[in-house]
Structures are given as C-alpha cells and as structure tokens.
C-alpha cells in the first residue's frame, strides 16, 4: 500500500510539472499579443541601470500567464488525488494556495495603478505593506481555525520546537510579508526570480517526498512547472515581465510551502538570495542617510550592483540561482 501511495505521488509529480509547464508556455503565448494591445508596457524607471530604458514598453502582468495554469493543474491535482486517498492536510494546502493567490491579487492591483499612472510606481509601500499584513494575518488565522497550526515553531536543524504564544502569529506576519516583499524586489532583471523560484520548488518537492508530504509535492511541481514555462519568454532577452502580479504570487506560494513542511524559518536559508534583495536595500537607504549620500553597493537591490559591476544578466541568473542551488542543498539537513 505504501508503494502505491510513492507511486501516485510521483505520477501526480510529473503530471503537475508536465501540464503547469505546457499549460503556461500556450498561455503565456496568447496572453502576450494581448498584453501589446491593451498597451501593459513596463515603465523604467530613470534611476534603474540606463540600459534596462530599451526593456521599456515590455509587456508586464505576465504572471497572469502561469497563475492561471498553475490554478488550473493545482485544483485537478488535488481533485484527482482525493479518488485515490484522503490528502492530509488538504485544508491546509488550499488555504496555502488561496494565500498565494490572493497575494497576487495585491500585484494586479499595485500594476494597474503603475500603468493607469504611467510610472513604475504604483501602490504606496504603506499601501501595500497593509494589504500583505492583513493577507498574512488572515492566513494564519484561516490555519489556525482548521487545526493545520500550533504556536510551536520549529527551529531548523535540530530537533528543538519553541512555543511562543503570541509572538508566533508576530514573527509569521513578518516572515510572510517579508518573503513578499523579498520575490518582488528579486524581479529585477531577466528571468531571475523565476529560476531562482523554480530551485526553490524543486527543493520543496524533495522535502515533499522524503517527508511524505503529497501537499508539498504538489505545489513544489506546480509551481516549478510554471516558472519554467514563464522562462521560455522570460529568459534575457525577456519579452514579457511578470510584474508584481506575479512575483507577489509566487512569494506567496514559497513561504506558503515553508508552512506547508511544518517549517517556516527553513525559507529564511532556501530562499536567502530573495532575503539578500532586501538586506542589501535597507543597507543602502541606512548607510546613505547615516553618512550623507555615500553608498555601500553601486545600485541596489543587490543584483543591480552586479550588473555595473559589468555583470551580464545571465551571469547574474546563473550565480544567483547556482547559490540557491546550494543553499537548498544545506536546507535539506534542516528540515
């Protein structure tokens, strides 16, 4: 019985990878020519590198291209794993998606308001701060309500879990909004976020398999799926953005999965390059503010740096994504 429930699971792996893959790359495919049309061309801003000026007027909300598909492969999955036995925690992986989901609600909305605006400004950072405080507290709570959590949280390689009460849903709320925040600054440059993001899924569909975890299997084959058929257009030279439609989106699915193994604080080692975008943000802003105008990196968030440094952007995808590689490597032992 148990060599049945490995062998499903691995099916429903490469199907979920297989369709999330094939589904984004023909949506994408029909979703850009539209994008043209409604005239969604990404604003750059004057202080970015002066290059990224000829990526002006490339199509964005390119992540409505996968969420789409990968919805569509996540509910079929769940649907026709549900014949074959009950899921455990299924609860919990549809809140985690609707999570993810609703996260990329808020970048619909912070991209319509660059557009309408015509900048690369949209909502206020306020603005958006609250929405994913509000979305991470309803998060929790939703887990919370259907027994899927506990005020333990475990502390990665070792065997130790801290009740913290309280300070559980605090930390959460950062941890959460912080990984949001995080993806989306780490789009930045052509396909970056999404391969970083699909080395991250990959690690979280082995967690999937050596926990026995389906769920995680699951949402680790779609989502790997998806960001890999957004490469096929995303990849330098990128001819669609994913805007913070998607890279919300996907901040979103990746912590959400970090919940989904029982181990938050894992996305704090497997997901560091995003955590990097923004360390190396808020050095810079504190660094020119304490010194008067003197500047720790040539641009930031970090991967800009690298790029006037003379980086190209596939060197920089390269390195970025090797080291994720490596750091979901040491992850492995910590969950």
Partial sequence: MQ????HVTFTIFVLCLFFSFVLTVLAERRLIPILKSLKMGQ???DIGPRWHKSKEGTPTMGGLGFILPMAIVFIAAVVFLSFFHEIEGKSKLIITFVMAVLSGLIGVIDDRAKLRKKQNEG???WQKFFLQIVLSGGFLFALRMTGNITTEMRIPFTDISIELGILYYIISIILISGIMNSVNLNDGIDGLCSSITAVISAFFVVCGFVLANTG????G???MGGCLGFLVYNFYPARVFMGDTGSLFLGGLVVGMAYIIDNPLIVVVCGFMYILETLSVMMQVSYFKLTGGKRIF???PIHHHFE???WSEIKIVSVFSAVSALLCVISFFGI
Wanted: charged share 15%; glycine share 4%; hydrophobic share 60%.
């Fill in 123 to 125: 909502l206020r950072a």
């Fill in 221 to 223: 084959a779609v989502c």
């Fill in 298 to 300: 040539k641009m930031a």
């Fill in 216 to 219: 995680a299997v699951i949402l």
């Fill in 3 to 6: 060599w049945l429930s490995e």
């Fill in 308 to 310: 006037q440094c003379g």
């Fill in 43 to 45: 604003k750059i801003l």
